[in-house]
């Protein structure tokens, strides 16, 4: 069983900028394929950005290439998404997701690809 919760939302201007963090249960969390999605109300959930098991390799959605830097500290179990120049566009709730049974590839875009979810934080953006 995994755990994760994420933090970092709030209310920001256009312009600014957030770091969402993901804190993991377990013991074995630098085996998991991490990533965020986020969904906006009435929209599907979306997928914004992955980062392989070690964190040498990033996959971003073209919304957010540029502007965000995924990273992840294995020692602390926490998975970092700062996003910069934050639009009205970028408001939605925010997931961390983490594939914890595949060993192939270094980043998964869909959502039935990964098998433990955060509760979500929320991001809104003023224009």
């Known amino acids: 069983q995994v755990h994760l919760v994420e933090s970092g939302g709030g209310l920001v201007q256009a312009g600014g900028s957030l770091r969402l963090s993901c804190a993991a249960s377990g013991r074995t969390f630098s085996t998991y394929v991490m990533g965020w999605f986020r969904q906006a109300p009435g929209q599907d959930r979306e997928f914004v950005a992955a980062?392989?098991?070690?964190?040498?390799?990033?996959y971003y959605a073209e919304s957010v290439k540029g502007r965000v830097t995924l990273s992840r500290d294995n020692t602390k179990n926490t998975l970092y998404l700062p996003i910069d120049s934050l639009k009205p566009e970028d408001t939605a709730v925010y997931y961390c997701a983490a594939n914890t049974y595949s060993s192939g590839t270094y980043y998964y875009t869909l959502g039935a690809q990964y098998d433990y979810w955060g509760q979500g934080t929320q991001v809104t953006v003023s224009s």
């Open positions: 980062i392989s098991r070690i964190g040498d390799r990033t």
